[in-house]
């Protein structure tokens, strides 16, 4: 079975940094796409960053502050987050869409169990 893994998370100062990680771990399935989720205290969970290939895309209000990247061999994505913000402030979940290397298998879609970013002002 797929299961996935978010380190990372904390507290950290407005204008701090944080690194994310998250770790898929099983096999027989290929990773086509990752994906960085957040959700804030009384909002609805909204997309960060994506990751397709060489393929990045990343929500309006971090453009330029984060960055999305992806180690195939290890079955890993970062989620490199500058400049913080208050409200930066959200859960944030790890998603990966895999291609699993069985007879039929269809595409599908993982989520992580969210790790905590907490900026301070």
């Known amino acids: 079975q797929v299961q996935l893994v978010e380190s990372g998370g904390g507290l950290v100062q407005a204008g701090g940094s944080l690194r994310l990680s998250c770790a898929a771990s099983?096999?027989?399935?290929?990773?086509?796409?990752w994906g960085w989720y957040r959700q804030a205290p009384g909002k609805q969970r909204e997309l960060v960053a994506t990751?397709?290939?060489?393929?990045?895309n990343y929500a309006d209000s971090v453009k330029g502050r984060f960055a999305i990247s992806r180690d195939n061999a290890k079955q890993t994505v970062t989620l490199q987050m500058n400049s913080l913000k208050p409200e930066d402030t959200a859960v944030y979940y790890c998603?990966?869409?895999?291609?699993?290397?069985?007879?039929?298998?269809?595409?599908?879609?993982?989520w992580g169990k969210g790790t905590l970013v907490t900026v301070s002002s």
């Open positions: 099983g096999n027989m399935f290929t990773i086509a796409a």
């Open positions: 990751i397709s290939g060489g393929s990045t």
């Open positions: 998603n990966t869409k895999i291609h699993p290397l069985v007879p039929g298998g269809q595409f599908r879609d993982y």
